[in-house]
């Protein structure tokens, strides 16, 4: 199976005053495509840094990071844009949405960043919105919609420029348990479909709903544990 | 403005004023011994191109009205007159069109010159030898016959047209014209100056520099001009003030989208050009409202002008680049803070 995500010996640090934390201390990971992972770990242990280390958001310091056996490093601002678009899909906490823009102007907004014509856009994000059941919804604005909808419309967005990773930042966590559910049927859905899902969570329910749990404590990633 | 300025300053007087000195004859008998003291001027100081004299010169004294009648018609006419002696015309640099000067000799012919304006004013085919008298006055010795034409030159500011002007000889004026060799300047009014104090002791010596006197038809303009420019000094530093604070207020205000549109893969390029852009669209739609408005105000302020400049289509371009550049000038550096920022700070807000 092709390895999706492949980190050795990666290291990461933050200079805070004169002092240096050092959060990940040289870890080893590899998730295959098609995975459905889990990422856990209290506050502190480094799980943030990793996404956004995953997600291009953030460089490391040292070790190896390969996305689709594509070495990561040293990119320039702008390859680093190019990458998080043609491959990461992201879902967050918060939803981040852009509140003046309507739900199908919203997932179709990765799109413009590809240069995609503004009708062929809007078509695939009305597709996408039609995917995670809100098609009736595109014209809403995002203070119009429940937190469950406004997670739904972050995932057709993540889903829309087809990546080959989604990245998930605690994306149950502002939901209640029932929505939490639907949210996580539909990120078992995406994945059965090939694409490597990896949720960040601290929810036990919500990781033993993924197929493998990864768990970060003090920057170390202790026994890999399959579900 | 600075344009309509610089037309005035560069704009042909019909006359050259530059290097030529008014002294005001104080005495009696400077008026009365001009000939001889200008040809002893003229012997002893080499600096000295030309000397003259006039009744009146063009801002420093204006010339008076008189009527009179054409050819025996019972039409009369309004003309400016001017006394002029020997030389005035080569000393003031003004062009005989047509015809010969006026001089000692042929003043008791009663000849006089008239400028271009006159001439089509009187609507003279021919001007040389028309006949113009005082109204009422038949005595034929005090006639004024056309000897030459002159061109027209300046007298006022530019807000007023070249008058009608009739230049006859007079041997009795009180402003004396000096046109001076520029390499001798600074020597030459010293030795003028010691002249004129040995024949007019009792009056301190005066002089003036004409360019300079004429400038004054414009100084209104030219403080106009600098009040214009400090104000618009003031009001593009407060725009920009204001423009930094929206900038600042709407790229804080829009942080979280800046992180979004990064995160979904926008580069920092495409979202510093998204915000300029707005403000640039923004600043273009002002400007666009600013070019009737200023078009009309110019124009108001220069129709005050019978001499003026057109506002060229330039103007416009011109100014707008520069206000278009400023506004991005102003707006870029915060926008390019947000825009480089990381979009993981970003989320947090």
Not at chain 2, 219 to 237: D, G, N, V, W
Request: proline share 4%; hydrophobic share 40%.
């Amino acid at each position: 199976m092709n390895e999706m995500i492949k980190i050795s010996e990666l290291n990461k640090s933050y200079q805070m005053g004169s002092n240096s934390l050092h959060v990940l201390k040289g870890i080893d990971l590899t998730i295959n495509e098609g995975e459905f992972v889990s990422i856990m770990g209290s506050s502190g242990s480094g799980k943030s840094t990793l996404l956004n280390i995953l997600g291009l958001l953030d460089e490391h310091d040292t070790g190896d990071y390969r996305l689709n056996n594509v070495l990561m490093k040293g990119l320039s601002e702008s390859k680093s844009a190019y990458y998080r678009n043609q491959f990461i899909g992201f879902v967050f906490q918060s939803f981040n949405l852009i509140s003046f823009k309507n739900a199908m102007e919203n997932v179709a907004l990765p799109l413009y960043y590809q240069k995609v014509p503004r009708k062929k856009r809007n078509e695939l994000a009305l597709e996408y919105l039609e995917k995670v059941g809100l098609k009736d919804w595109a014209e809403h604005l995002p203070n119009e919609l429940s937190g469950g909808q406004k997670q739904r419309v972050a995932i057709a967005r993540a889903l829309i420029s087809q990546p080959k990773i989604i990245l998930a930042d605690e994306p149950t966590g502002a939901l209640d348990s029932v929505t939490s559910e639907e949210v996580m049927k539909i990120f078992k859905d995406i994945n059965q479909e090939g694409i490597t899902v990896i949720i960040v969570t601290h929810e036990n329910e919500i990781s033993a709903l993924t197929d493998r749990i990864i768990r970060l404590r003090d920057g170390l990633i202790e026994q890999p544990e399959y579900v | 403005m600075l344009l309509q300025l610089q037309y005035m300053q560069k704009k042909d007087l019909g006359f050259q004023p530059e290097q030529v000195v008014v002294v005001p004859i104080q005495t009696d008998y400077v008026t009365e011994n001009f000939h001889e003291i200008k040809e002893e001027m003229l012997r002893t100081i080499p600096g000295i191109v030309r000397i003259s004299r006039g009744s009146s010169i063009p801002g420093v004294m204006e010339s008076q009205q008189g009527i009179y009648k054409l050819n025996g018609s019972e039409i009369t006419y309004p003309l400016w007159y001017m006394g002029i002696d020997d030389d005035f015309l080569s000393t003031m640099e003004i062009e005989l069109i047509s015809g010969s000067d006026v001089n000692y000799d042929n003043a008791r012919e009663g000849a006089v010159l008239l400028n271009k304006r006159a001439v089509e004013f009187l609507e003279l085919k021919n001007p040389i030898g028309a006949v113009l008298n005082f109204p009422g006055d038949v005595r034929k010795e005090n006639n004024f016959v056309v000897k030459g034409v002159i061109d027209n030159f300046h007298t006022d500011g530019f807000d007023s047209e070249i008058k009608p002007m009739i230049l006859y000889y007079d041997p009795m004026t009180w402003f004396a014209v000096i046109r001076v060799e520029p390499s001798e300047f600074e020597t030459t009014i010293q030795q003028i100056e010691n002249t004129w104090s040995q024949v007019e002791p009792s009056h301190p010596f005066r002089f003036t520099h004409l360019d300079k006197d004429f400038a004054k038809v414009y100084i209104e303009e030219q403080r106009l001009s600098k009040l214009f420019m400090y104000f618009t000094i003031l009001s593009i530093c407060i725009a920009c003030m204001s423009l930094f604070g929206l900038a600042l207020y709407n790229s804080e205000m829009r942080t979280k989208e800046i992180g979004i549109r990064k995160v979904l893969g926008a580069s920092s390029w495409q979202t510093w050009l998204l915000l300029t852009k707005e403000f640039g669209y923004l600043t273009l739609l002002s400007i666009i409202i600013s070019w009737p408005l200023t078009y009309y105000a110019m124009n108001k302020w220069l129709d005050t002008f019978v001499y003026r400049v057109e506002i060229p289509w330039w103007i416009f371009l011109t100014a707008s680049t520069v206000a278009l550049f400023i506004a991005l000038i102003t707006v870029s550096a915060q926008i390019l803070r947000a825009s480089i920022s990381n979009p993981v700070h970003s989320l947090r807000y």
